[in-house]
């Protein structure tokens, strides 16, 4: 993690080393830095920075950053947080050490003016989380009043898997937990809805599907409340309606008219079995709403023939702030995608009174752009309610689109491009581009079309169809549509005849519709691309000319390799700290030894880095190297560089005791979140095999915590036999317990 660069108050300048992972219970991707910025904000964080290297023997600091710990685990995880909420001696206990610890810590400063706001801001920190879990209660009978009244009491819900599953969506961008869900069930009530969360002083934020990649329905502040529309999940049905076109005539299709709750490929069905095509199809039609379709102006592999949410969408109705229903209306839609050269008319107008707040025009231009076609640049879109803007102007509540007549005919067929690099799959693609111009003449035609590179292949275990015994470097499926078999056939022809100049990608053709479903299939892996980034993922879309896609794909590899090689010397950094300065426990010959061997190792992994290619960093060679070449000499990262941590306080001592058995698994889970390890017997207790009910990586139930724990007390009281068992254990060499009974060795785990 780079560096960061800050200004004191004394005008100086001060980098901060980024990647400190001092503070306990911290499950987060954060780092210290980060943490105790979103905590107490960025001037006390710098403070904490300076004073660093001023440690003497660093009590003060761990009392500091297990108090962090513990508030920033109460607030982030909602089965402890329910606990400290649901439990007054709980409360009693985490105040109660979270007071004695700064207390310590206020003992030690001396006249340290620093240390000493530091203290006063982390005082404050204590009492406004104390206010925080003490209004909670009334809080929520507020809530179930004042919102219960528009939708109902049940579909008020406060419980922690609730809030935890919608403190974010596909991202897995986490900062504020919300502080209630509310799922209406009719149309009607978003908008008082919204009304009465304003009245109350908080924040709405709506959310659909939750598999959004861009963190729009994730709460980036306190006290919001979270929107479910996911119960809103009627389809109305289709009608038919007159269109206008540009020529002056007058043709008719088919609209469908849909809640915003209704999963995509609910809707792709309903349309399919009517024989006519729903256009919207992103890649997670599977648990998409249309209300997130239209909030992020969604496309898909049919966007090469029909464009985007903008492109098919008729009309779609609005919750608005202060109680308002807007209706937003497309006037002008010619049967097909928005080209450069059209205008686009959308008339706003208020549902209740019927009279008209706008009329925004827009130019095609201002949405597709010559040789880019999407013009992601212009979120604002003129200022269309709704329309791409990610839920912050409102909530799509219905909304009406376009159906299309199903071709007669489509055919999938599935290109693999192998090589050094993009440049022929680029070339490829450029050559179908113009085999395939829109507007065509409605004969043969590309109806789909989805491409990935190398890391998804990789990613989504792609099944490989050419028989060379190598991964592609990009994968591209395709649906050839046509009025009959001979004009989908020409299509694919067309194809071949491209490909022919090029030895390096092959053609594979789906004999059935069976065959053409599996391969798609690989598209809806996309989401797998994820157990290759750390932490959270968020999107960001980039537009580019097609005949530059190689060039994009090498500045993309290249920054890639780069990051990897930093990320390694960065491993390396941190490893050969470790060798430099001796633990307290350790002795200092056999540390000097040790540390030679590592730190010679550290150089000549460091050389290798410097020339190493992309094959070679991809794979960790080095590094595996490095570290083996550290286990066959002796020489081991100390025996501390592991940091174990025990649970926060108060949060599994009763474990045992509750008959909640969701509450009892939600402080296991917490305790595993926090990456905790606790003493074998303890309640609750956590080990390696991240099991709920797990003691140091072994299954067991709470009768084996039981059982563990009267063994524990029974080794400890002199004149039972277990005590006698473990005396004879510790005299015994570790020669001698090799022969040692199944029972002794048995008592000696546990």
């Not at 990610?390 to 299309?404: M, P, R, W």
């Not at 395939?436 to 004969?443: I, T, V």
């Amino acid at each position: 993690m780079s560096p960061t660069t800050l200004k004191t108050e004394s005008n100086a300048t001060i980098t901060i080393p980024r990647g400190y992972r001092e503070i306990p219970f911290n499950y987060t991707s954060a780092d210290d830095w980060q943490v105790v910025s979103f905590l107490l904000g960025t001037e006390i964080a710098l403070i904490l920075e300076e004073l660093r290297d001023r440690r003497v023997t660093g009590r003060s600091a761990r009392l500091l950053m297990r108090f962090f710990g513990e508030i920033l685990i109460y607030r982030r995880n909602p089965y402890l947080f329910q606990e400290l909420v649901s439990s007054a001696g709980r409360r009693k206990r985490m105040f109660e050490n979270a007071e004695k610890h700064l207390g310590i810590i206020e003992q030690n400063i001396g006249d340290e003016a620093r240390v000493h706001k530091v203290l006063v801001a982390s005082r404050q920190l204590l009492d406004d989380f104390r206010n925080d879990v003490e209004k909670v209660p009334g809080l929520r009978r507020r809530m179930k009043r004042e919102l219960g009244a528009v939708t109902g009491v049940s579909n008020v819900l406060f419980d922690p898997f609730t809030l935890v599953s919608h403190a974010t969506d596909a991202t897995d961008w986490r900062l504020y937990l919300p502080v209630a869900v509310v799922m209406p069930d009719k149309e009607e009530q978003l908008s008082p809805l919204l009304t009465a969360i304003a009245k109350m002083g908080l924040k709405a934020v709506p959310r659909g599907g939750g598999t959004g990649l861009t963190g729009g329905a994730v709460p980036l502040r306190p006290d919001c409340v979270v929107i479910n529309t996911e119960k809103l999940d009627r389809i109305r049905g289709t009608r038919d309606m007159a269109f206008k076109l540009w020529d002056g005539q007058t043709a008719t299709a088919q609209v469908l008219e849909v809640e915003v709750g209704v999963i995509t490929e609910k809707a792709h069905q309903y349309a399919g079995s009517r024989g006519l095509v729903f256009a919207t199809d992103p890649t997670s039609a599977w648990a998409s709403s249309i209300g997130g379709n239209i909030a992020e102006n969604a496309g898909g592999k049919c966007a090469v023939r029909w464009g985007t949410c903008i492109d098919n969408l008729i009309s779609w109705r609005m919750a608005m702030p202060g109680g308002k229903r807007w209706e937003v209306r497309r006037t002008d839609h010619q049967l097909r995608k928005i080209l450069p050269e059209d205008n686009v008319t959308f008339e706003v107008a208020d549902m209740t009174s019927g009279e008209s707040i706008k009329t925004i025009v827009l130019k095609g231009s201002e949405i597709r752009k010559k040789g880019l076609w999407k013009d992601i640049t212009n979120k604002a879109l003129g200022g269309v309610p709704g329309l791409q803007k990610e839920g912050t102007d409102g909530i799509i509540t219905s909304a009406e689109f376009i159906l299309y007549p199903k071709f007669e005919v489509t055919r999938t067929i599935c290109l693999e491009f192998f090589g050094q690099d993009m440049e022929e799959a680029s070339r490829v693609i450029v050559e179908l581009s113009k085999a395939f111009p829109f507007p065509d003449q409605g004969e043969d035609t590309l109806v789909a079309l989805e491409h990935f590179d190398d890391e998804y292949v990789r990613a989504i275990d792609y099944q490989v169809k050419s028989s060379r015994f190598k991964t592609p470097k990009a994968v591209l499926l395709i649906d050839v549509a046509g009025h009959s078999l001979d004009q989908a056939q020409q299509g694919i022809d067309k194809i071949r005849a491209i490909l022919d100049q090029y030895p390096n990608s092959e053609l594979f053709e789906a004999h059935d519709a069976a065959e053409a479903e599996r391969y798609w299939a690989d598209r809806k892996k996309f989401g797998a691309i994820a157990r290759r980034t750390n932490a959270f993922k968020l999107n960001e879309d980039v537009v580019i000319p097609l005949e530059t896609l190689a060039e994009f794909a090498r500045f993309i590899d290249e920054v890639n390799v780069e990051e990897e090689r930093y990320a390694q010397l960065k491993f390396l950094d941190r490893a050969a700290a470790l060798f430099r300065e001796p633990p307290v426990e350790d002795n200092n010959d056999s540390f000097d030894a040790r540390s030679s061997v590592a730190l010679e190792l550290d150089a000549t992994a460091r050389n290798a880095l410097a020339t190493a290619d992309e094959k070679t960093l991809r794979s960790l060679s080095i590094i595996k190297k490095i570290q083996k070449g550290l286990r066959r000499t002796g020489a081991r990262l100390p025996q501390n560089y592991r940091r174990r941590e025990p649970c926060p306080s108060g949060s599994a001592r009763s474990a045992h005791r509750t008959g909640d058995p969701h509450a009892r698994r939600g402080r296991q889970r917490a305790c595993q979140l926090a990456g905790a390890v606790q003493r074998p017997g303890h309640a609750g207790a956590l080990g390696r095999s991240h099991r709920p009910g797990d003691v140091q990586g072994g299954r067991i139930g709470r009768r084996g915590v039981r059982r563990a724990r009267h063994r524990r007390h029974q080794a400890q009281v002199p004149g039972t036999g277990a005590h006698r068992g473990a005396e004879r254990l510790s005299q015994r060499s570790r020669s001698d317990r090799a022969d040692e009974p199944r029972q002794a060795r048995r008592f000696r785990r546990a």
